[in-house]
């Protein structure tokens, strides 16, 4: 049987069409999952790399910082945390948000140093204060860097949230979990091709918002 075969027979299986394992239900668990992670992870991220970028500091510490995040293994610290705190909802969100916080953060830094000087300086010049060249000057002009750590953030953690089942959670991983445990392929197809589709549907939602929120000339000049 191949993998598109599988995946039909997946979606046309009717226990997945109702009910507490339905689609419906992992995907609104999946979706609930990540924008928690991706709130956290962003409330965390962005006023330590508004500091550092703003300041001109700090170039070190993140870039370590970063370095460490992207190195940590997550399913190691899920299976960690899960032995540890129990199996919770903790257990499943900080890894997802340490594996979260170094995209924002390294590329909302770099956003606003890479900020013209001159920009900044004629703000300055005006009378601006240091806050109001930060909200009015420098994350405007760093707006689509920092989208972009965003987007990177959040198709990370649609991706990882799937490990979440591996200490009974639900979501989309459900199905891949289940599925293993089942020997059941049509299962671990169909909840793949979820996975995915969710991560792409997130790329487009991102790229929505960056139309939206960031103005032309920026957009013509990257």
Same mark, same amino acid.
């Given at each position: 049987?191949?993998?598109?075969?599988?995946?039909?027979?997946?979606?046309?299986?009717?226990? =997945?069409?109702?009910?507490? #394992?339905?689609?419906?239900?992992?995907?609104? &668990?999946?979706c609930w999952?990540?924008?928690?992670?991706?709130?956290?992870?962003?409330?965390?991220?962005?006023?330590?790399? =508004?500091?550092? /970028?703003?300041?001109g500091r700090? #170039? /070190?510490?993140?870039?370590?910082?970063?370095? *460490? !995040? @992207?190195?940590?293994?997550?399913?190691?610290?899920?299976?960690?945390?899960?032995?540890?705190? !129990?199996?919770?909802?903790?257990?499943?969100?900080?890894?997802?948000?340490?594996?979260?916080?170094?995209? *924002?953060?390294?590329? %909302?830094? &770099? /956003?606003?140093?890479?900020? &013209?000087?001159?920009v900044v300086?004629? +703000?300055? /010049?005006?009378?601006?204060?240091?806050?109001?060249?930060? =909200?009015?000057?420098?994350?405007?002009?760093?707006?689509?860097?920092?989208?972009?750590?965003?987007?990177?953030?959040?198709?990370? *953690?649609?991706?990882?949230? %799937?490990?979440?089942?591996?200490?009974?959670?639900? !979501?989309?991983?459900?199905?891949?979990? #289940?599925? *293993?445990? &089942?020997? #059941?392929?049509?299962?671990? +197809?169909? !909840?793949?091709?979820?996975?995915?589709?969710?991560?792409?549907? %997130?790329?487009?939602? =991102? +790229?929505?918002?960056?139309?939206?929120?960031?103005?032309?000339?920026?957009?013509? @000049?990257?």
């Open positions: 049987m191949n993998l598109v075969n599988a995946i039909r027979a997946f979606f046309a299986n009717p226990n =997945f069409h109702h009910g507490y #394992d339905s689609i419906w239900h992992r995907f609104q &668990e999946h999952y990540s924008l928690v992670a991706l709130l956290c992870a962003a409330a965390i991220a962005l006023p330590l790399a =508004f500091l550092t /970028g703003h300041s700090g #170039d /070190g510490p993140v870039a370590a910082l970063a370095a *460490i !995040g @992207r190195a940590m293994p997550s399913l190691g610290l899920l299976v960690l945390l899960a032995v540890k705190l !129990g199996l919770n909802f903790y257990a499943a969100l900080i890894p997802l948000v340490a594996l979260a916080v170094p995209p *924002i953060l390294l590329t %909302t830094h &770099e /956003g606003l140093r890479a900020v &013209e000087r001159s300086d004629a +703000a300055r /010049g005006m009378g601006m204060r240091p806050l109001q060249i930060l =909200f009015r000057v420098e994350i405007p002009s760093a707006l689509p860097l920092i989208l972009s750590g965003l987007r990177t953030a959040a198709v990370q *953690i649609v991706a990882t949230t %799937t490990i979440a089942a591996v200490i009974s959670f639900g !979501g989309f991983g459900r199905y891949v979990v #289940d599925g *293993i445990s &089942e020997y #059941d392929y049509n299962q671990v +197809a169909g !909840g793949a091709f979820l996975v995915a589709s969710l991560s792409v549907v %997130t790329l487009g939602l =991102f +790229a929505l918002l960056s139309r939206l929120l960031v103005s032309p000339g920026l957009r013509r @000049r990257g």
